[in-house]
């Protein structure tokens, strides 16, 4: 297994503030540079989301994605909230990513990396830094980690002591979390029990054969005496986007072990499209920090910033170290992906391709809701596919905003939701998530294409 002594050095982690001396987009703007300064004080101190050693078995998951011998399932919500992180709400994501995983690695004969969205996915980045409504401006809502929904003054205004209970929740989900994988949940003889309480539909009547299939194996092999104790627990590891730079900085560690830096507050950090810029803070800090690391690439990327991404990040050029994702839209990643994955494969580069087919598709409907047209989320992912099979290059994973509960965020699937119907149960407070049936459709849909593969 790869060691800390292949990401950054300890030389490199000795300089972890520099990112502080770079531009730093998508920052709140904090009122009280003492009360931010006390609550990053207390971060510092606090324990670690997240230990070294499982962000080192993370790395060497995903370089077997890179080269094809596993695939990623990354999911959850596109924020997290502080009102949702329930115990039962934690679950059903869960549940959702154990069902779509299981759909995979039996429909494609291929090992799943389970990532979750959540215990951290508490900030957003945002187009603009103000929002006006009815004549009043106030800063905009930048994620519960920030400040407040509500529409007035004291919400709006970012707070420190958010820092502060964002940590608190997302230790409480990463409890919650381990003891649902770990605990005997996730046993893969319960794949019935995991689809109770859900109503019927022809995505979950698929899922119910598959899960009768596996149970058919289970039960021969069992009969030939083979030991399922392996079958009990599962390795779900934690993600969210490195936006807020205090709050990353906080709770970055240096390992006695190595003497290298990891960011605790997650197993797997991304950069977004928006913070990718190579002379910027967000880059030079995850430059230091062992974790491994994505960075979302849109349609205007080129295949320099690509290059020039990956001589940053990854100088050493660790397999599993780097994950590119790309998120194009269904109308331009048959067009814009070529020539990336073709220049970056010809460079010699390490890095794990994975598609978010989410954020490239995001539409305004009639009835005013922020949407995304499921046969386009599809149409991404397919195209993703079919770049990588032209190029005889290496599909790698997937990354998805949804969640497991039955809300109406996204048009069509199997229940055909219209506009209409987007105001039945349309709960996400910046953008729209598959629900737990278009998440299962999903996956049937990938573990076609991974057969292909």
């Not at 502080?20 to 609550?39: C, I, M, V």
């Not at 900030?123 to 519960?144: I, M, Q």
């Not at 919400?155 to 409890?175: C, G, K, M, V, W």
């Not at 190595?258 to 990718?276: K, M």
Request: contains cysteine.
């Amino acid at each position: 297994m790869s060691t800390a002594v292949d990401a950054p050095s300890a030389a490199l982690a000795a300089d972890l503030d520099h990112f502080r001396t770079l531009p730093a987009r998508q920052q709140p703007t904090w009122p009280d540079a003492a009360a931010l300064a006390a609550a990053a004080g207390r971060l510092e101190q606090a324990a670690p989301l997240v230990v070294p050693a499982e962000c080192d078995t993370l790395r060497t998951r995903l370089a077997a994605a890179g080269r094809g011998e596993a695939f990623v399932l990354q999911g959850g919500d596109c924020a997290e909230t502080f009102a949702e992180a329930s115990a039962g709400r934690i679950r059903n994501k869960i549940r959702t990513l154990l069902q779509m995983a299981v759909i995979l690695t039996y429909g494609a004969a291929t090992p799943v990396v389970k990532i979750g969205r959540m215990a951290g996915q508490y900030a957003k980045p945002r187009s603009s830094d103000e929002e006006t409504r009815d004549g009043v401006t106030l800063p905009a809502y930048r994620g519960d980690m920030v400040n407040g929904h509500a529409f007035t003054p004291e919400s709006r205004t970012p707070d420190p002591a958010r820092l502060e209970q964002a940590y608190r929740i997302s230790a409480a989900t990463a409890n919650v979390v381990r003891a649902f994988t770990q605990g005997g949940y996730a046993d893969l003889r319960q794949v019935h029990e995991w689809n109770r309480g859900f109503m019927r539909n022809p995505a979950y009547a698929r899922y119910e054969a598959t899960a009768t299939e596996i149970d058919q194996a289970i039960r021969f092999m069992e009969a030939c005496g083979a030991d399922f104790d392996a079958l009990r627990t599962v390795e779900l590891y934690l993600s969210h986007e490195a936006l807020v730079l205090d709050y990353e900085r906080a709770l970055t560690r240096v390992d006695a072990r190595t003497g290298a830096a990891y960011d605790t507050s997650a197993h797997f950090l991304w950069i977004g499209e928006r913070t990718r810029q190579l002379d910027g803070a967000h880059v030079d800090l995850l430059s230091r920090v062992a974790n491994p690391v994505g960075v979302k690439l849109g349609p205007t990327t080129s295949p320099d910033d690509a290059l020039g991404l990956a001589a940053r990040l990854n100088p050493g050029n660790v397999p599993g170290r780097l994950t590119f994702v790309a998120r194009m839209g269904a109308g331009r990643v048959r067009d814009v992906l070529p020539a990336l994955v073709e220049k970056v494969t010809a460079a010699g580069v390490a890095v794990t391709w994975v598609t978010d087919p989410m954020h490239g598709n995001t539409i305004t409907s009639a009835t005013g809701y922020k949407t995304r047209r499921f046969t386009d989320v599809l149409d991404e992912v397919r195209g993703f596919f079919e770049v990588h099979r032209a190029l005889g290059t290496v599909p790698g994973g997937l990354h998805m905003e949804l969640t497991g509960d039955d809300v109406t965020e996204v048009l069509g699937g199997s229940e055909e939701i219209d506009e209409a119907g987007l105001a039945l149960r349309y709960e996400t407070l910046v953008d729209p998530r598959l629900n737990h049936q278009q998440s299962l459709e999903t996956a049937f849909q990938v573990a076609d294409m991974l057969r292909g593969r």
